[in-house]
């Protein structure tokens, strides 16, 4: 069941709504939260009930381990430091193995010249995010930080629907003190209204602009056999701006939807196209999963505390861990590097002293951050050069037939006249678009910072009843059902 579907926002969500607050409003509040758990797993079974038993015995496995970590008797035959390991151990193979068996095989085969079956396990729904969220988990039981004595509270932490599938990757301290709260058991029409607004951005920000680009990425990644210098800036921009309102819908809707039932989700999304370096753009960017990078992967590997060459040595193996987490291909392995690489180059210039102007900055950081999301979309190394190819100009560059009375002596360079997006059928409409995104992208406040606002403007409220009717209408044509970040 996806956000943006009819039988999410018609059915799924008021029935889930009215029938968790009329519990509460009786009193029955063991009951309200065993209906919302109820819904969530249905929501999460809609996609495919046979791996509804795999997030029921991972939940039941880490808080079965999170109990024994936060008791304050010493472990006689077994420390809290091995029981941790374990479950790190545990969860990370449950997720190695469905989503790296193949990629393992595979260039096991190919090293060894063997020829072992791949097994073509399908990829569960959100088990990157429930795994990553339960691993945070444990190690904050083993820190002292948490401890949930009532599986069914803890089931309500893995499995809140509005955070299930793609994030953000909450921890346990940050939500269940909001569930407790009996002031958030009761209809909030504050945070109904917001919540609505919220959700309708990012309905049609999915709706409406991603998946408009999504056409055109699709058709210069997988369909073109070859483009040329403006279709390949078109296609990676056109990727580019998809993926960034595609997720940054997906969160807007978690937000909103979350609201609903006065929980508040963490920031998961600060206008990352605005950043002026790297390290900027990783804390605007999907900001829990760099947070839980940070913490539970750079910081015990040493983090900054060991001399500036450990310190590197750490940012890459972080980076390269990140990139393999979104997928198992060398292209995202490439594409942790690139990001890794970076943020290391960042760190030399600045212990050097060296600045540069803001708009520089800001132009330097996004394309580059343009030019790996090359690497981040493309299927196959090929279609990744295919792109890169046209975008350094060496597959030729088409001019329209309008300027050749103009350019007439570009012709001499190689420079052909004609359509100029033939390969991504997009005609001329594409740069209003790619232009619209980018004025959106850096103009407009973050839709996490209406949450502060004390009251919403009516005209904001005809608004949001605009744009979601708009976008509902659009969903009858959308391209593209599925949210990317649900791919990883």
Known sequence: MLFNSYEFIFLFLPITFF??????????????????VASSLFFYSWWNVIYLPLILASMLFNYLLGASLTKESQHK????????????????????YFKYSDFFIDNLNKALGSDMALLHLALPLAISFFTFQQIAYLVDSFRG????????????????????????IVHH????????????????????????????????????????????????FDVATALTFFEAWATSLSYTFQLYF?????????????????????????????????????RRWHITLSRFLKDYIYIPLGGNRAGSFRTYTNLMATFILGGLWHGAGWTFVFWGFLHGLALVIHRIWHSLGFRL??????FITFNFVNISWVFFRAKEWEDAVKVLRGMGGLSGVVVAEKYEKYLSKLSEYGVEF?????????????????VFALVVSLALKNSYKFTFEKKLHPLIIVFASFIFAYAMIGSLVSSSEVFLYFNF
């Not at 029938?19 to 919302?36: C, D, H, I, M």
């Not at 102007?357 to 800001?362: E, G, I, Y």
């Open 19 to 36: 029938v968790y607050f009329y519990l509460n409003s009786k009193r029955l509040t063991e009951a309200s939260k065993g209906f919302l």
């Open 77 to 96: 035959k077994v420390s809290k430091k091995q029981l941790l390991s374990m479950g790190i151990v545990a969860n990370v193979a449950l997720l190695g």
């Open 145 to 168: 930080e948490t401890k949930e004595d009532d599986f069914l509270n803890y089931a309500l932490f893995v499995t809140f629907f509005p955070q299930l599938i793609a994030g953000p």
């Open 173 to 220: 301290k940050e939500v269940m003190p909001q569930f407790a709260s009996s002031w958030n058991k009761v209809k909030n029409y504050r945070n109904i209204a917001l919540g609505l607004f919220i959700f309708s951005i990012g309905l049609f920000k999915k709706v409406v602009i991603a998946d408009t680009f999504a056409v055109w990425a699709t058709q210069g």
């Open 246 to 282: 595609d997720f940054s819908g997906y969160t807007d809707m978690a937000i909103g939807a979350a609201l609903l039932f006065n929980i508040k989700l963490p920031i998961n999304f600060d206008s990352p196209y605005k950043a002026t370096d790297i390290q900027d753009f990783w």
């Open 357 to 362: 102007w803001t708009w520089l900055a800001w």
């Open 418 to 434: 004609g359509i100029v997006t033939t390969n991504i059928q997009s005609g001329s409409q594409i740069i209003g678009w790619l």
